[in-house]
């Protein structure tokens, strides 16, 4: 809305107008924390900090993005299927050759296979990739569980003389160095345990070079390759694809948190009982304890309370009170299960709701996988195999190129198998039907009944 105001001044017994001018009576629809954006390398080159948080001067925005996908139940069923659904069925080789970004070119090495015996050294090394023993699925399922979280990653290559180690790092552990002056991207990732608690300003900084390179650290050559989901003028930090749910997100874990708060402090009697009689403090505690005991805890609900009186003025007054307590929002509730499986391009039925007006079948299921598979799970698939058939190779070539020819891919899952939709009457003898169920076979029984 635009207020138009009048200019005027005093001139003699008439007013002139001299002009007009507006001013806008709305607010804007936006706050500066909805603003998800990195300060600009001017502002940065300006401060005399030296590393640069997650889009804000502490840990608020990262603390937050946490909350939401540990309490809301949608936010963390769907970034755990997102999870599971990236790192698939497990890994499987492929020759190097083959992966080519133009079809017409890997066509030509459609023939290759893998080397045996390459593979069979890269498996060993898979089997435990750092000292914790922590396997390459160990790896990829924390990257992938780390980017839909937070948007990055930070996964620690390091080497001595025999030992070749993949670690992820936690995110609060981690903040870029700020670039130098006419560099636009970090050259090293500062990891300290002070940003976990909130400091601008570290006091035990350990700097790590970003991949590829590589710098003596500890008795250790050591390197950070850095994971982000990209977003326009970010370069520091990458953005987590449901930032646009964060709100809804703490709106359903504060819906919760209402009710149990309510349901914890909403509770009233059931009755009020005045007995009226002669009685001292002792007698009227032992009348209490009774009533307590034949009226209260399991198995006493709906019991009589008989008197027998022979003065009416002693009959003792009973209040019986309607205690209803109902959840509140759950139209809210609702609305925000919708925009977080929206915002993170989910569907309801691989979320678990179901479909006004839909049956649902695995079919239905295995089609909206598919959608959701091909536009946001292999995607990230690729982007994290990109990075860590990296890290493998730069292990490969400090080993004397152990397995050079050897490319990671990860299998495609398959939440909802054919199983189901299979006759088993149509693929199965009578004697392997009897076996499923626990009976013992018959003879002469060895066909498929028509």
Known sequence: MIMIKKVAKEDGKKNNILAYGGFDLCNLPYTQDDVFAEPTQKRLQETSYEY????????????????ISQNSPTVSGIISQKTAYTTGAGFMAMPKSKVQPLPIISSQYADSEVDLDQAQR??????????????MED????????????GNAFLEIFYTGSSYQLRVLSTYLCRPRKAKEGELYPTHIGVSEDWQENYIEGQDVVDFPIYPNFE??????????????????????????????????????????????????????SAIVSLFGMTNSEEAAQVVEAMKGCFTRTGNNSKMFIQAL??????????????????????????????????????????????????GSN???????????????????????????????????????????????????????????????RVLEINEQRAELGKEPKDGYDIIPQ
């Not at 790896?139 to 937070?150: E, M, P, R």
């Open 216 to 269: 003596r650290i500890d008795g250790a050559q050591r390197s950070i390759m850095h994971f982000k989901i990209e977003s326009p003028n970010f370069y520091y930090w990458g953005r987590p694809d449901w930032i646009a749910a964060k709100i809804w997100g703490e709106l359903e874990y504060r819906i919760a948190k209402y009710n149990q708060a309510k349901f914890e402090n909403g509770f009233t009697p």
């Open 139 to 150: 790896i990829a399922t924390k990257l992938a569980n780390n980017l839909w979280s937070f």
């Open 363 to 425: 079919q239905q299921i295995r089609s909206e996988f598919d959608i959701v598979y091909n536009t946001v799970i292999r995607p990230m698939q690729k982007y994290i195999l990109r990075g860590l058939n990296k890290a493998v190779q730069t292990v490969s070539d400090l080993q004397g190129g152990l397995w050079s020819d050897v490319y990671l891919d990860l299998k495609k899952p398959m939440p909802v198998s054919f199983a189901g939709d299979i006759q088993v009457d």
């Open 52 to 67: 640069v948080p997650f889009l804000d001067f502490g840990n608020t925005v990262l603390d937050s993005l946490y909350s």
């Open 310 to 359: 022979r003065d009416e003025t002693y009959k003792a007054d009973v209040q019986i009170l309607n205690n209803q307590q109902e959840g509140e929002f759950q139209a809210l509730a609702d609305l925000c299960r919708q925009e977080i499986i929206t915002a993170h391009r989910w569907t309801p039925a691989l979320g678990g709701l179901a479909t006004a007006g839909q049956l």
């Open 122 to 135: 890269l498996n060993d090394y898979m089997i435990e990739v750092n000292k914790q023993g922590g396997t």
